[in-house]
């Protein structure tokens, strides 16, 4: 490993801080990465399987903690970044307890956060106890719970929504969050492995399956497991006097209204910036996309450079992505630091 006194500070320990930290951490640079939670991993702690091929998010998890062990020695947890102060030759970075540390460059991967499903009113999340997001479906099979209703019943038949509080200019966000529908995919297949006697209906606008064996994913849920998807768009969803959901909506294939009953209802909620990436991105000058996701310098040539040098960006702070896209995002953006900063020492 060379010796390298060039400092690089890191935002955000989930998939994309980790995966970055440890390439850089390899290449013999000093490394440090602030995480606001107690434990680093973002949301692979709380996923259960992974798409496209079902392996358990918790592997994910180890193979990234083993990397770090290796190769970064300075990892601080509950530690949250509020600011950046940029500068020519440092910037800093500010913590929510007051303290701050300079960098030579600042690689921000604050990930995302879930939509609000009860921004959608007319879907009942957190007003009727059966309507339950694709967030607390994942978080029930991670941790063995049973898939029951909220009165311990079998559900006979459940509704996936998919588009919830994405490509809704309603809620603000006209974007795709680009997972959902794969989401949604898995997510009926797994209802099927535990419930299979149960009828399970995906309504959606466009199915986006754009990746490696997505497609194939989509063909199987129908096919093998028996899981009908129905092209429509949920207007309503209400409670039924025993508990049941009534779910109203229009099949935009055969133009006719639809009325269903549901037992437990999931909402597919999108993917939005996380809290603090708004100010953080304000503070040091960055710019923002439509959908207040960080923006890169330029889509195609600098993915991870933003418009002020020496603040870098990676992971689903700036779009939303699978794991698999997430790490090679994190990758990429630790090879454009190394050559910023091999320039900067030659020209210092
Ligand atoms: C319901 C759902 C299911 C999914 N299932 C799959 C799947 O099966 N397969 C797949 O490939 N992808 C899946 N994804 C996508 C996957 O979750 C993302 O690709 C991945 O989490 C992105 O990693 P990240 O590091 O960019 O963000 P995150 O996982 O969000 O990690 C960001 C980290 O930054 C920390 N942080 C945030 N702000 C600050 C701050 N100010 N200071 C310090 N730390 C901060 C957070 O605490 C967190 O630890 C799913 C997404 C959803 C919504
Ligand atoms: S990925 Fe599918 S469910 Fe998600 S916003 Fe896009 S079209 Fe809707």
């Not at 991967?109 to 499903?117: I, N, P, S, V, Y």
């Not at 099927?192 to 606008?205: G, R």
Request: aromatic share 8%; net charge neutral; glycine share 8%.
């Amino acid at each position: 490993m060379s010796e390298n006194k060039q400092h690089i500070i890191i935002i955000g320990g989930g998939p994309a801080g980790l995966e970055a930290a440890s390439k850089l951490g390899s290449a013999g640079y000093r490394v440090t990465l602030f995480e606001k939670e107690e434990q680093t991993g973002g949301k692979l702690r709380t996923w259960y399987k992974l798409y496209p091929g079902f392996r358990l998010a918790e592997e994910v998890q180890d193979f990234l903690a083993n990397e770090i062990k290796i190769n970064v020695p300075e990892i601080f947890s509950n530690a949250e970044v509020v600011n950046i102060i940029p500068d020519n030759k440092y910037h800093t970075v500010v913590l929510a307890d007051g303290r701050s540390f300079i960098a030579d460059a600042v690689l921000i991967a604050t990930g995302f956060e879930l939509f609000k499903g009860e921004k959608k009113e007319e879907y009942g999340y957190r007003i009727y106890d059966n309507v339950i997001t694709s967030a607390d479906l994942e978080k029930k099979l991670r941790l063995g719970q049973p898939l029951t209703t909220a009165n311990g019943q079998t559900p006979a038949r459940i509704g996936l929504i998919h588009c919830v509080g994405s490509r809704d200019k309603k809620v603000g966000n006209v974007y795709c969050s680009r997972l959902c529908c794969i989401t949604g995919v898995k997510q009926a297949i797994e209802i099927k492995h535990h419930l299979p006697k149960a009828e399970v209906f995906n309504f959606y606008m466009d199915m986006r399956m754009f990746g490696q064996n997505f497609e194939e994913l989509y063909i199987e849920a129908q096919q093998k497991w028996g899981i009908t998807f129905i092209r429509g768009r949920v207007s309503e969803v209400a409670e039924n006097i025993d508990g049941s959901l009534q779910l109203k909506a229009e099949d935009t294939l055969s133009g006719r209204p639809i009325k269903m009953n549901f037992d437990l209802v999931v909402l597919l909620v999108g993917m939005v910036p996380a809290d603090r990436t708004e100010a953080i991105g304000k503070s040091a000058n960055l710019g923002f996309t439509s959908g207040s996701f960080l923006a890169s310098a330029d889509a195609q040539i600098k993915p991870n450079e933003t418009n002020t040098p020496g603040i870098f960006v990676t992971g689903t702070c700036k779009e939303p992505l699978s794991v698999g896209e997430t790490l090679s995002d994190a990758r990429s953006a630790a090879v454009r630091i190394i050559s910023w900063l091999r320039e900067k020492r030659e020209i210092n």
